[in-house]
């Protein structure tokens, strides 16, 4: 009989601590919302380096031996999809002109 008693004891206890668990997580889920785009980080899409003109980085100094031009990732990727839908248009015009 005090067994039946501390399984059920148990069992309720279990049910509370899980759903106080799931308020708790739902809660902070739905109160922390942040926008993506609000969590991203500047960056500009060019960098245009000077030959001869020393850069401070997080890795020390870097000096440029010609004119350098560096892109950001976002713009890297944006060059890149503009790159491959080039070579599938020019693809498409070439097939086309073979039939």
Do not use: F
């Amino acid at each position: 009989m005090k067994s039946k008693t501390l399984k059920t004891t148990l069992m309720r206890c279990v049910i509370v601590g899980l759903l106080l668990t799931s308020c708790m997580l739902t809660g902070c889920a739905s109160a922390s919302r942040a926008d993506v785009v609000s969590r991203q980080l500047y960056q500009a899409p060019v960098l245009r380096l000077q030959a001869g003109q020393p850069v401070e980085t997080r890795d020390g100094t870097y000096t440029p031996q010609s004119d350098e031009l560096w892109h950001s990732d976002a713009r890297y990727r944006q060059i890149e999809a503009e790159v491959i839908n080039a070579t599938a248009a020019l693809a498409a015009k070439q097939a086309e002109g073979t039939r």
